[in-house]
């Protein structure tokens, strides 16, 4: 992105504006802000839903996999960047009978073979683990269940890079963390995700780098170890990571880590080491 803005139909505030990225492949970004900030905006802006399917001026350059967004065929799009939308009840096409059929359309849409569609969505079914819901009807199901058959919606098109947006902001402890199980093996496959999350501590645990935006610009990114302990994070009103308020109460109490962790292990590691640190002293006295 190049300068980027864009301004929804009879909106008088531009969503975005100035926007500046480059996203490489294989890795994690994790995009935090203010409720409203542009996040969502900068998610459709990547997956082609703006401005193909969202009205308004789009300004700047944007540039997917080599070629202008604007010269992208949404659908070719759509095989190339599996979208992950917020509320998984909207996702569920509302017009298959069962799970399998559900996970089995992208598909069906794209032309795909009978038995190479069969097969497919059979490795998906299998490696999410919900066998037990391939028999029932996609339109019963509770959140955290419907948000997997959107996952498996998506994986089952082989996409390369994914946009997943706010994945569990309507989902409980339990189906957070099944989810989250699936964008671990995203990243461990090397696939590219760009990861939307108000759960500041799932970010800093699964993102290599964050990007913040606030009012609709973007104000920082880079690695996730420097953008979430930096003074970014706080001016566009996200909260630091849980270790890392521990970090900084320990630093102002005169007891400061040698940096500032952003996940439990990284604490775990630094504060291990502070303890050797205070043990060979006492012990040299």
């Given at each position: 992105?190049r300068?980027?803005?864009?301004?929804?139909?009879?909106?008088?505030?531009?969503?975005?504006?100035?926007?500046?990225?480059?996203?490489?492949?294989?890795?994690?970004?994790?995009?935090?802000?203010?409720?409203?900030?542009?996040?969502?905006?900068?998610?459709?802006i990547?997956?082609?839903?703006?401005?193909?399917?969202h009205?308004?001026?789009?300004?700047?350059?944007?540039?997917?996999?080599g070629?202008?967004?604007?010269d992208?065929d949404?659908?070719?799009?759509?095989?190339?960047?599996?979208?992950?939308?917020?509320?998984?009840?909207?996702?569920?096409?509302g017009?298959?009978?069962?799970?399998?059929?559900?996970?089995?359309?992208?598909?069906?849409?794209?032309?795909?073979?009978?038995?190479?569609?069969?097969?497919?969505?059979?490795a998906?079914v299998?490696?999410?683990?919900?066998?037990?819901?391939?028999?029932k009807?996609?339109?019963?199901?509770?959140?955290?269940?419907?948000?997997?058959?959107?996952?498996?919606?998506?994986?089952?098109?082989?996409?390369?890079?994914?946009?997943?947006?706010?994945p569990?902001?309507?989902?409980?402890?339990?189906?957070?963390?099944?989810?989250?199980?699936?964008?671990?093996?995203?990243?461990?496959?090397?696939?590219s995700?760009?990861?939307?999350?108000?759960?500041?501590?799932?970010?800093?645990?699964?993102?290599?780098?964050?990007?913040?935006?606030?009012?609709?610009?973007?104000?920082?990114?880079?690695p996730?170890?420097?953008?979430?302990?930096?003074?970014?994070?706080?001016?566009?009103?996200?909260?630091?990571?849980?270790?890392?308020?521990?970090?900084?109460?320990?630093?102002?109490?005169?007891?400061?880590?040698?940096?500032?962790?952003?996940?439990?292990?990284?604490?775990r590691?630094?504060?291990?080491?502070r303890?050797?640190e205070?043990?060979?002293?006492?012990?040299t006295?």
């Amino acid at each position: 992105m190049r300068n980027v803005g864009f301004t929804y139909q009879h909106a008088e505030d531009a969503a975005l504006s100035g926007v500046n990225l480059t996203l490489e492949p294989g890795l994690v970004y994790g995009v935090v802000g203010r409720n409203a900030s542009g996040k969502s905006t900068l998610c459709n802006i990547i997956r082609g839903i703006v401005p193909h399917f969202h009205s308004g001026d789009l300004t700047g350059e944007v540039e997917v996999l080599g070629t202008k967004l604007t010269d992208w065929d949404p659908a070719l799009l759509s095989q190339q960047v599996g979208y992950v939308f917020q509320n998984p009840f909207t996702q569920i096409s509302g017009i298959r009978e069962t799970v399998f059929e559900e996970i089995a359309l992208g598909l069906e849409n794209l032309g795909v073979e009978r038995d190479e569609m069969i097969e497919r969505v059979t490795a998906v079914v299998r490696e999410l683990g919900i066998e037990a819901l391939i028999a029932k009807n996609p339109n019963e199901l509770s959140g955290g269940q419907r948000q997997k058959v959107a996952f498996a919606s998506i994986l089952a098109m082989d996409a390369d890079f994914f946009v997943i947006d706010e994945p569990t902001s309507q989902l409980d402890p339990e189906s957070s963390e099944a989810i989250f199980a699936i964008i671990r093996r995203l990243k461990e496959r090397g696939t590219s995700v760009v990861l939307v999350e108000h759960k500041i501590d799932l970010i800093a645990e699964y993102a290599d780098r964050v990007i913040v935006i606030d009012r609709g610009t973007v104000t920082a990114e880079g690695p996730a170890a420097e953008i979430l302990t930096s003074a970014a994070l706080s001016a566009a009103g996200v909260p630091f990571p849980e270790v890392t308020q521990v970090a900084m109460r320990l630093a102002e109490a005169g007891r400061a880590l040698d940096r500032l962790p952003i996940t439990r292990e990284d604490a775990r590691l630094l504060i291990k080491q502070r303890m050797e640190e205070v043990s060979v002293v006492r012990s040299t006295h």
